[in-house]
């Protein structure tokens, strides 16, 4: 049973591009959830995918943005990038049982905008 | 202030050494997390908590939910062990509020 996965693994963009991430979540899943994390800080909730929509959304501009797929895979795309948006970008997949549950999270795209 | 606080920030033991990591929180949460990250990225799920302990191996959290405090021990600590453990809240349908995380380093 594969787990969650990501890619690419790491991407290089410049100023102003756009960049599509993509996560394919473990077996099972139905959710997928979108991080971001800075060097040395904790993840931040980028938004949520439940049914093939936007569920829940942090505090995170509209250039990025977000899509989930009848398969339950998912892709996060970014617009307009800023040097700020360098960070790990993490995908996280949990199955919706009108509770708390277990996350499952991918290795991570690690984005580099110069 | 955070939502989630975690201490200490970093943390150095001797192989065999008794480890414990706070988290303290000031939302309401329907549970719990403690997660694994280790150099590269890649995060692992150790616990979810609603309420008391659970142990798996070396490691035990436990969760008070009156005072909103959890704390991570790990008993005889390894080098393996070395990696940063991060607290995170589940808020409102599997959203994770994170702390800053904790360094761990376990030197032989």
């Known amino acids: 049973d594969a787990g969650v996965t990501q890619s690419p693994t790491h991407l290089i963009k410049t100023r102003g591009q756009q960049v599509t991430l993509r996560c394919s979540p473990k077996?099972?899943?139905?959710?997928v959830s979108w991080y971001q994390q800075a060097l040395g800080q904790g993840p931040q909730f980028i938004f949520q995918y439940y049914e093939e929509e936007e569920r829940q959304r942090g505090n995170f501009p509209d250039r990025f943005s977000g899509h989930q797929f009848p398969n339950y895979s998912s892709e996060l795309n970014v617009n307009a990038l800023l040097l700020g948006d360098s960070a790990l970008y993490l995908c996280?997949?949990?199955?919706?049982?009108?509770?708390?549950?277990?996350?499952?999270f991918g290795p991570g795209t690690r984005l580099t905008v110069l | 202030k955070n939502e989630v606080e975690q201490s200490p920030q970093n943390l150095t033991a001797q192989e065999g050494e008794f480890i414990t990591i706070n988290c303290s929180y000031s939302v309401g949460i329907s549970a719990l997390h403690w997660l694994q990250q280790h150099p590269g990225g890649g995060i692992v799920s150790l616990f979810m908590?609603?309420?008391g302990k659970k142990k798996h191996g070396r490691l035990i959290a436990t969760i008070n939910i009156q005072e909103k405090h959890s704390s991570l021990h790990i008993t005889a600590s390894h080098p393996r062990d070395s990696a940063v453990y991060i607290c995170?809240?589940?808020?409102?349908?599997?959203?994770?509020?994170f702390g800053e995380g904790t360094q761990l380093t376990v030197n032989p």
């Open positions: 995170a809240v589940d808020t409102s349908g599997s959203r994770l509020t």
């Open positions: 077996s099972g899943h139905d959710t």
């Open positions: 996280a997949s949990s199955r919706d049982r009108g509770g708390p549950d277990t996350q499952y």
């Open positions: 908590l609603s309420s």
